[in-house]
């Protein structure tokens, strides 16, 4: 039996305005902002890794341009820390670097929505099965999330969409999936929606930033017309190939931290924080004694 094309390109759309992190994003990329000692873009990046993505399509925006410093070497650091013997730091910086030729920037130039800055990635993801994550978005789980559903995908092929539950007044925040019959360890996804009127959702499964796609999704993109708040949404999109293709559901069941929002960047900061074995032992009793403390 033919396997399913092999996903080797992942795309992460970072063109995004940060405007929920006004002022910190005024000069500082939203994806560059820390939890503990790592910008977002990096838990989300290591989750791609995890899952075996070989290449890494950055589409981005002005005043960027940080992201691809970041992915970048940075000499005259380096060759500081090589003089004053700093090894951990050096192989830090150096276990960090994408291999030369396997990260890819584009920029979307106007911020015409999420659709829209996927399709922007087209002619780099080329005719294959890529994944999307979405940076704002970042998980902590044993096994991450964009490879559960890689295995889901040798299984279902097609579209993958990770999903989770959510409380029925939040759903119209996000896309929200209607559900159909199993697929191995998922289920068919039969409609969808993006942001839908209160109390007008199909389930209470969001689609949480995490997606296998083909790549027809671009010819779809290229003329979806604008759709919630009035920006070109891949959700539409892909609601449109649902007619072609199969989309399959993937539960994720992990912890997820919307880093966008002030609350899930800080909860993502501390959960973070308390899973490490250096962190935790520093920050531990002061935390526990400023919940004791609240009245
Ligand atoms: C985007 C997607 C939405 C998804 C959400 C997850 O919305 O359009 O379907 O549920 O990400 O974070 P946004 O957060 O850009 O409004």
């Known amino acids: 039996m033919v396997g399913h094309a092999r996903v080797k390109k992942a795309v992460f759309p970072v063109a995004g305005l940060g405007t929920r992190f006004l002022p910190a994003t005024k000069a500082v990329p939203k994806e560059m902002m820390t939890v503990v000692d790592k910008p977002v873009i990096q838990y989300v990046v290591d989750e791609a890794i ?40 050096l192989s830090l910086l ?4 994408p291999k030369a030729g396997t990260a890819s920037f584009t920029r979307q130039q106007e911020p015409l929505g999420l659709g829209h800055a996927v399709w922007c990635a087209r002619d780099i993801v080329g005719q294959e099965p890529f994944a999307l994550l979405l940076p704002d978005m970042i998980m902590k789980s044993e096994k991450g999330c964009l490879k559960g559903m890689m295995e889901l995908y040798e299984v279902a092929g097609g579209n993958v969409i990770a999903v989770e539950e959510c409380a029925p007044e939040l759903a119209h925040r996000y896309g929200i999936v209607a559900t159909g019959e199993a697929v191995g360890e998922g ?36 003329t979806q017309e604008r759709g919630a708040g009035n920006e070109i949404q891949l959700t539409d999109g892909m609601l449109k190939l649902v007619k072609q293709q199969s989309f399959t559901g993937y539960h994720y069941r992990g912890a ?23 962190i935790r032992p520093l920050v531990e009793a002061d935390l526990k004694a400023l919940v004791a403390a609240l009245k």
Do not use: C, W
């Open 50 to 89: 995890e899952a075996g993505v070989e290449h890494f399509v950055f589409v981005t925006g002005r005043g960027k341009g940080v992201i691809e410093d970041y992915f970048d070497i940075q000499y005259e650091l380096e060759a500081t820390l090589k003089a004053r013997n700093k090894k951990a730091e």
């Open 94 to 97: 150096e276990s960090i670097l």
């Open 187 to 222: 289920f068919r996804i039969t409609d969808m929606v993006e942001k839908p009127a209160p109390g007008t959702q199909p389930s209470n499964f969001f689609i949480n930033g995490r997606y296998i796609l083909q790549p027809e999704i671009f010819e779809i993109l290229e």
């Open 256 to 278: 997820t931290y919307d880093t966008g929002a002030k609350d899930g960047f800080i909860m993502a900061n501390i959960a973070f924080a308390l899973s490490r074995d250096d």
